[in-house]
Structure formats: structure tokens, C-alpha cells
Antibody, heavy 116, light 111 residues
Framework: EVQLLESGGSLVQPGGSLRLSCAAS????????MNWVRQAPGKGLEWVSA????????YYIDSVRGRFIISRDNSRNTLYLQMNSLRAEDTAVYYC?????????WGQGTLVTVSS | DIVMTQSPDSLAVSLGERATINCKSS????????????LAWYQQKPGQPPKALIY???TRESGVPERFSGSGSGTDFTLTISSLQAEDVAVYYC????????FGGGTKVQI
């Protein structure tokens, strides 16, 4: 069975850093592009970042470019999101999602709260 | 970026009745290379992650009940629940994946 398990979310002060992880199992991880999508409390979905199946091509929404870094380790079936210079508006549940065509499988999410 | 606009924001439907959700994109998401619309629909129940329902505007995911159907092309799309069941109470999102992915604002379906 396909599983995506996010971890690493927590309470962090503005300007701080956090690294999220997404452990994948039940499918050929190295053949899928992977994504991070976030959802602020009570709000809708916002795509944040994507990375190609081989890890060579990262993509970002403008509001996080230069602050967040997406990466993956195909030998460990794990996706990462390094989040730096965090702002209050980054507060959200962060989901990892796999993509072949659309986002066909999502993890349960991990909550990031940026507050002093 | 392509802006996705959903309507209505919420709707209340009686059990067994039809629910219709609209989604409009700010530019066409129809690819001339494969003649497919790069449009998906997702269902999100409270406290759960989104679940994919439909892709290519009208192709149901495996296991999704037949009462869910998608239609439309170009810039105008519709998700229809033909006979609403209690378990269909959720927020529904459309998404384009023609360019950098963007989502509609969501439609809350209640009974």
C-alpha cells in the first residue's frame, strides 16, 4: 500500500528554520515527481514546491523561493523541505504529494507554526 | 499563474439530490499536444488530507464511486455528484496542472 509519512513540523520563531521529511513506501519512489502542498488554518490548498524524479529539477512558488529548499534521497525513499527565514504566513499543515499526472496520493500532513 | 475560481463557495444539498460545483480557469488548460484538459478534482474531509477524485477533467480515480463525474473543457469545468450521500460532505477543490499547479478556493458541500 502506498504510504507517505511527513514529520518535522513544530512551533518555531519567526526567522527560524525547520526541516520537513516525507518517508515514502509502497511504490517506486524514484519514478515519481514529488511535491509539497500547504494549507493554512481554515484556508485552501497552496502548492509550495516540486522536485523531479531524479532530484535535478526543483521548482518553487515565488513566496518561498530563496528561503525553502526541496530535495530528495531516492536511496532512502525520502523527500525533504528545508525551510529557512520562516515567517508567520508560512504557518500551515504541509503535505507531501506524489505526482505522475496529478497529485494522486497525499500524506497526512505535518503542522508548522511560526510564532513568537 | 493560472487563477482557478470555484463557485459556489458552499452549497447545501438534500440526500439523494444532485450537487454541482463549477470551476473556471483564467486561461485554457487544454493541451493541443494531447487534446487533454490538465484539470483535477479533490475531496477533503475534515481533519484528512485531500483525496484525488478526477483527473484529465473527466477520468475517475480507481475506486471513486460512479456518482462523481467531471466535465468541461478549456476554461470551464464542472464536478457533479449525481446522488449525494452522507459521506460526500466535504470541501471540493479543482486544480490545474497545465502550468505551475494552482487550486481553486474550494466548495464546501453540506447536507
Amino acid at each position: 500500500e502506498v504510504q507517505l509519512l511527513e514529520s518535522g513540523g513544530s512551533l518555531v520563531q519567526p526567522g527560524g528554520s525547520l526541516r520537513l521529511s516525507c518517508a515514502a513506501s509502497g511504490f517506486a519512489f524514484s519514478t515519481y515527481a514529488m511535491n509539497w502542498v500547504r494549507q493554512a488554518p481554515g484556508k485552501g490548498l497552496e502548492w509550495v514546491s516540486a522536485i523531479s524524479d531524479d532530484g535535478n529539477s526543483p521548482y518553487y512558488i515565488d513566496s518561498v523561493r530563496g528561503r525553502f529548499i526541496i530535495s530528495r534521497d531516492n536511496s532512502r525513499n525520502t523527500l525533504y523541505l528545508q525551510m529557512n527565514s520562516l515567517r508567520a504566513e508560512d504557518t500551515a499543515v504541509y503535505y507531501c504529494a506524489r505526482r505522475k499526472i496529478h497529485f494522486d496520493w497525499w500524506g497526512q500532513g505535518t503542522l508548522v507554526t511560526v510564532s513568537s | 499563474d493560472i487563477v482557478m475560481t470555484q463557485s459556489p463557495d458552499s452549497l447545501a444539498v438534500s440526500l439523494g439530490e444532485r450537487a454541482t460545483i463549477n470551476c473556471k480557469s483564467s486561461q485554457s488548460v487544454l493541451s493541443t499536444s494531447n487534446n487533454k484538459n490538465f484539470l483535477a478534482w479533490y475531496q477533503q474531509k475534515p481533519g484528512q488530507p485531500p483525496k484525488a477524485l478526477i483527473y484529465w477533467a473527466s477520468t475517475r480515480e480507481s475506486g471513486v464511486p460512479e456518482r462523481f463525474s467531471g466535465s468541461g473543457s478549456g476554461t470551464d469545468f464542472t464536478l457533479t455528484i449525481s446522488s449525494l450521500q452522507a459521506e460526500d460532505v466535504a470541501v471540493y477543490y479543482c486544480q490545474q496542472y497545465y502550468t505551475t499547479p494552482t487550486f481553486g478556493g474550494g466548495t464546501k458541500v453540506q447536507i
